[in-house]
């Protein structure tokens, strides 16, 4: 089972960017796909994008497309969320989660989480 870590969330500005690291350690094995999630206060954990083990990229929230992107280092076992534009709508703790080799939308269907990391949209 992989240990996913969170980096990169913090306080910023509406229309500002951040990117968010999801560094994974545990395995010698890059054939798992890592999705990030959010929740925020009050709501459920929605899958926002994914990138499966062979590269593809899925965007499950039509809030973040064209804003969000999703990539990954495998030479690092990381994962990279770059936001941009961002919205105060976008705060919310940011959770990247890891499952065997492709995506998928639903929480239950991950069986490796990170901590989460709060990003914070606000003037």
């Known amino acids: 089972q992989l240990q996913l870590v969170e980096s990169g969330g913090g306080l910023v500005q509406p229309g500002g960017s951040l990117r968010l690291s999801c560094a994974a350690s545990?395995?010698?094995?890059?054939?798992?796909?890592i999705a990030w999630f959010r929740q925020a206060p009050g709501k459920e954990r929605e899958g926002i994008l994914c990138?499966?083990?062979?590269?593809?990229?899925?965007t499950y929230a039509d809030s973040v497309k064209g804003r969000f992107t999703i990539s990954r280092d495998n030479t690092k076992k990381t994962v990279f969320l770059q936001m941009n534009s961002l919205k105060p709508e976008d705060t919310a703790v940011y959770y990247c989660?890891?499952?065997?080799?492709?995506?998928?939308?639903?929480?239950?269907?991950?069986?490796?989480w990170g901590q989460g990391t709060q990003v914070t949209v606000s003037s």
């Open positions: 990138i499966s083990s062979p590269g593809g990229r899925t």
């Open positions: 989660a890891a499952r065997q080799n492709y995506c998928s939308a639903y929480v239950s269907h991950f069986d490796s």
């Open positions: 545990g395995s010698t094995s890059n054939y798992y796909a």
